[in-house]
């Protein structure tokens, strides 16, 4: 059965800025973005009745500002746009979100964790890393070399990454239905990667708008952040797939980066095993006591570069805090002010 592998039924893709019909008014926008890995943004456009729904915008660069407007004075048939989702906050999503809201005149539809989050990101930005945030990226094992690219980097990022993050919108929640044209959307949230992901399902068709929350060729990035330093989101992410287990396997998912695929469970499959596998070698690796810093090479094959150590440490936090919740490791403070984490004893228990 095809829809059991992953296949590409497009067998093409827009190029940066460009526009292309998928399905009567369904539209993919590609947008480049210089995050090596990443390299493109998918956002996609919906015709509505009286105008056009967005979904997601692009990092906040000249480059993409351009685009857009190249876009919507040639792509938009006369009417403006009218609506504009944004799944989740991080800048590649939302990053053209204050712009193009100001632009047309409209409110940002979001689901309430993700605006908040955005909008916080955006009031807290300062020239200067926090003092709190040092001694978070100290305690999970940053060495010497990364602390300082951490305080020399300041905390500015988001805030540059992002046109101002709107001071009001409209909120989204998991089971809305959006009409929109002759297609009526359901708001899927899912969790994991960022608090709050919308994704939108056109039962009808059987499509999936899937954001980040579901990616072919990759999985999504499951990290643990300053603000929520004892967080579990593996476990909110792998309590997702179940959400998602629960739509049909020939759904066209439109993810937010790599191509529109077939093969929604197959991937979903994949996030499983993927993560079990990464459980049960920490869980071997911790029968003595190891920093997130001592784990990276029992994650990771590949060498890391100091950008991919920080990014690595932040994923293997969250594969130790799931595993923390099911009881199966402890966390223990180092004298050395880094924490580290054993085996309860119950490594038998090994994750299915
Ligand atoms: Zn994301």
Redesign the pocket.
């Known amino acids: 059965m095809i829809y059991d592998e992953i296949t590409y039924p497009l067998e093409t893709r827009p190029g940066d800025g460009e526009v292309m019909e998928i399905r009567d008014g369904l539209f993919w926008v590609r947008m480049p973005i210089p995050i090596p890995g990443l390299d493109y943004i998918n956002l996609y456009l919906i015709e509505d009745t009286d105008g056009w729904t967005l979904v997601d915008t692009g990092l906040n660069t000249k480059e993409i500002r351009d685009l857009w407007r190249h876009i919507f004075a040639t792509h938009l048939k006369g009417k403006p746009i009218t609506r504009l989702i944004c799944t989740?906050f991080?800048p590649?999503?939302l990053g053209q979100a204050g712009w193009i809201c100001h632009k047309w005149n409209i409110h940002l539809s979001m689901t309430f964790s993700e605006w908040n989050f955005g909008r916080m990101l955006y009031l807290e930005a300062a020239e200067e890393t926090p003092q709190a945030v040092m001694d978070h990226y100290s305690s999970v094992g940053f060495d010497e070399g990364m602390l300082k690219r951490v305080r020399e980097k300041g905390f500015n990022y988001f805030k540059t990454a992002v046109s101002p993050v709107p001071l009001s919108f409209n909120r989204l929640e998991d089971g809305d239905i959006l009409s929109i044209g002759n297609r009526k959307w359901q708001v899927v949230v899912g969790c994991g990667?960022?608090p709050e992901h919308a994704c939108l399902y056109a039962a009808e068709e059987g499509i999936l708008i899937s954001g980040?929350q579901v990616l072919p060729r990759i999985t999504p990035h499951i990290g643990i952040y300053p603000s929520e330093p004892f967080a579990n989101p593996l476990k909110k992410f792998i309590d997702s797939i179940d959400i998602f287990e629960k739509l049909p396997r020939d759904t066209l998912v439109l993810p937010a980066h790599n191509d529109v695929f077939f093969g929604l469970h197959n991937q979903l499959d994949y996030y499983r095993s993927h993560h079990n596998d990464r459980l049960n070698r920490l869980l071997m690796a911790c029968s003595s006591p190891q920093s997130a810093h001592d784990l990276l090479p029992v994650l990771f094959e590949r060498e890391l570069n100091d950008k991919d150590k920080g990014m690595g440490i932040a994923e293997g936090l969250a594969h130790c805090h799931y595993l923390i919740g099911e009881g199966l490791l402890e966390r223990l403070m180092g004298d050395d002010g880094v924490w580290k984490f054993r085996t309860t004893g119950e490594r038998h228990r090994a994750v299915a």
């Open positions: 989740h991080h590649d999503h990667h960022s980040d």
